[in-house]
């Protein structure tokens, strides 16, 4: 089992940054961002590889969100720039126990933490 502890969210306006942060009890090879609005579905944000070689970002926030990792903090981060209110959420960390590529598709993904809301406010 991998334990997941998001922190990092909170209210922010329009234009604001934020970064979320996620530390697990240990290092996945694939990890991911994911968010939930509302009576929405859970939607992929971002998704990084063990090594940081390959990164995927659902085209909503492409070139405003940036993922990275420390594995040796065991953490996962999502710096999030140029925030809108649409970027509204609960914001998930997952791992995966796959190996492959790390794509940002929540089926992909085996443990999930309990989530950091995000407001962001026009």
């Known amino acids: 089992q991998v334990q997941l502890v998001e922190s990092g969210g909170g209210s922010v306006q329009a234009g604001g940054s934020l970064r979320l942060s996620c530390v697990a009890s240990y290092s996945s090879y694939c990890m991911g961002w994911f968010r939930q609005a509302p009576e929405k579905e859970r939607e992929g944000v971002a998704a990084i590889s063990g090594y940081s070689s390959t990164t995927d970002y659902s085209d909503s926030v492409k070139g405003r969100f940036t993922i990275s990792r420390d594995n040796g903090k065991r953490t996962l981060y999502l710096q999030m720039d140029s925030l809108k209110p649409e970027d509204t959420a609960m914001y998930y960390c997952?791992?995966?126990?796959?190996?492959?590529?790390?794509?940002?598709?929540?089926?992909?993904?085996?443990?999930w933490g309990q989530g950091t809301q995000v407001t962001v406010s026009s």
């Open positions: 997952a791992a995966s126990t796959k190996m492959g590529p790390c794509l940002a598709k929540p089926g992909y993904y085996d443990y």
